[in-house]
């Protein structure tokens, strides 16, 4: 296979990702700050100016720069560079997998389905990472990944593609996921996780499905065990120091997304 086919519009999504990934840094400040996603002019964290469009170029300007503000010097957020880059790789990885792993062939959803889960990756990288800096996961991104969801859900039943049968069966996981985070929520008065990740499981279940979703839950509380408890060894957080929750959700939905299927499967075997 020629390599050149592949590599040129591979760069141009990965470009095309690092200014997706720059609006998504804004969409992340802005949530921080509880301020409105779209209007607005950038400006500086720490002193407040202005910053022009040459020095908001992704990944460059703050290379150039070396990540510090034009104006008054102070450190520019490694959050900056990481999203660009990572929405970068993303869109490669989309690319790519345009080839690979969107099998719906019917009209319109040739084209939805990819969209789709773009933009469904593009709402997870910004919980990820707010949840990561300020310990929050914004409202905002979890109504927009909810309307998502189900949109493109009803969508998929309304064309033959979903069974109502499965989306009956996601709705009920919901609920039982829902109760089961607000539970924990309630009796371990939010330092075991916040009300943040109870609105949060509602739509990654649907997104997962049931009874997917339950390894995605079963991964998050796993690997966040296993983090949490490294952590603390290794000196680097307290014991009642919080550890965000959302990103293992996030990780553990991917998981699920993957592999949930046949973990199901094979311990379905397993048992009988
Ligand atoms: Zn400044």
């Given at each position: 296979m020629a390599i050149l086919p592949f590599l040129i519009p591979a760069l141009f999504f990965f470009i095309v990702g690092l200014v997706i990934g720059s609006f998504l840094n804004v969409v992340i400040l802005r949530s921080i700050r509880d301020e409105s996603w779209v209007t607005g002019r950038s400006h500086c964290d720490v002193c407040g100016a202005q910053i022009a469009w040459y020095d908001n170029v992704p990944l460059l300007s703050y290379l150039i720069l070396r990540g510090r503000c034009r104006h008054c010097k102070k450190a520019i957020s490694i959050s900056h560079p990481v999203v660009e880059g990572l929405t970068g790789v993303l869109f490669v990885w989309w690319y790519a997998g345009l080839f690979l792993f969107f099998k719906l062939?019917?009209?319109?959803?040739?084209?939805?389905?990819?969209?789709?889960?773009?933009?469904?990756?593009?709402?997870?990288?910004?919980?990820?990472?707010?949840?990561?800096?300020?310990?929050?996961?914004?409202?905002?991104?979890?109504?927009?990944?909810?309307?998502?969801?189900?949109?493109?859900?009803?969508?998929?039943?309304?064309?033959?593609?979903?069974?109502?049968?499965?989306?009956?069966?996601?709705?009920?996981?919901?609920?039982?996921?829902?109760?089961?985070?607000?539970?924990?929520?309630?009796?371990?008065?939010?330092?075991?996780?916040?009300?943040?990740?109870?609105?949060?499981?509602?739509?990654?279940?649907?997104?997962?499905?049931?009874?997917?979703?339950?390894?995605?839950?079963?991964?998050?509380?796993?690997?966040?065990?296993?983090?949490?408890?490294?952590?603390?060894?290794?000196?680097?957080?307290?014991?009642?120091?919080?550890?965000?929750?959302?990103?293992?959700?996030?990780?553990g939905t991917v998981i699920s997304l993957i592999w949930g299927h046949d973990i199901v499967s094979w311990y379905l075997n397993f048992l009988y």
């Open positions: 062939t019917q009209e319109p959803f040739v084209v939805l389905q990819p969209l789709f889960w773009l933009a469904v990756a593009a709402i997870l990288m910004v919980i990820f990472v707010t949840d990561v800096l300020v310990y929050v996961i914004p409202d905002k991104a979890v109504v927009a990944l909810s309307a998502l969801v189900v949109v493109y859900q009803l969508a998929l039943m309304y064309s033959g593609i979903m069974q109502p049968r499965d989306f009956m069966w996601a709705l009920m996981g919901m609920a039982v996921a829902v109760l089961f985070f607000f539970s924990l929520w309630f009796i371990t008065r939010g330092r075991g996780l916040g009300l943040g990740d109870v609105k949060l499981i509602a739509p990654l279940t649907l997104l997962m499905g049931w009874p997917s979703a339950v390894v995605g839950i079963f991964s998050a509380f796993i690997i966040g065990a296993v983090i949490g408890v490294v952590s603390v060894v290794a000196g680097k957080k307290k014991m009642k120091q919080p550890i965000p929750f959302g990103p293992f959700l996030i990780i």
